[in-house]
Structures are given as structure tokens and as C-alpha cells.
């Protein structure tokens, strides 16, 4: 028998946010008669294709609703992903930042200044 990883390098979970790190959470629905019935809340999610301006390509994610308008209110999804923290990006998300943030003007001349310099 092959020897198996603990877990794998890229761990995708199929009910999370990749852009707002959103997650299903627990809890109780409570009847009239103050009867407690576990419960999950799971998050608004839906498969949403972002077409990234700099890198002149599109990719499909999973996105909550929130994750959306949050992305509609930076104007651009690269703008969105400029401006995220990392540890709500999912590890795809974060590759792609750091790929967006090296083709931003702003970076470059900011690079050859101190180069220069």
C-alpha cells in the first residue's frame, strides 16, 4: 500500500467563501416551547466567473453574496484583491493576488525606484 499524505498541499472545502473566508456556523432552532434542534447556518454561496484586468483572464470561484457586492463596491475584482486581507483568500486566491500585485503600475514603479535608488 502507497503511502498517503495527513492531507493534501491545496485542502478546497466545498462550503466555504473563497473570498470573504466565510464559513458554515452552528447553532439551534428554537421552538415555541424553548426545544433545542441542532442546526447548520450555511453561507450564501454561488459559482461567480471575476475577469481580472491585469492578467487578462477569468476565473470561476466560490463566492458568498456578501463576497459580490463586497467585490461591485471596490469596483474591480483586482481592486478587491489588492486591498483583502490574505488570511480570507482561499490558497488559489492568494497565488493570483500576488500575481496581480506585480503587474500593478503602482508596484512596478514603485520596484524600479528602488532599484534605482
Known sequence: MKDLPLYSAVNTMSKKCELT????????????????????????????KFTSELLKRSLKITVSNAGVRTVDKKGSFDEFLKTVKNKNLSPRLKKLKKSILIKSPYVKKAISSSKSA
Request: proline share 7%; net charge positive.
Open 21 to 48: 473566508g466565510k464559513i458554515p456556523m452552528k447553532g439551534h432552532n428554537v421552538s415555541h416551547a424553548n426545544n433545542k434542534t441542532k442546526r447548520r447556518f450555511l453561507p450564501n454561496l454561488k459559482k461567480v
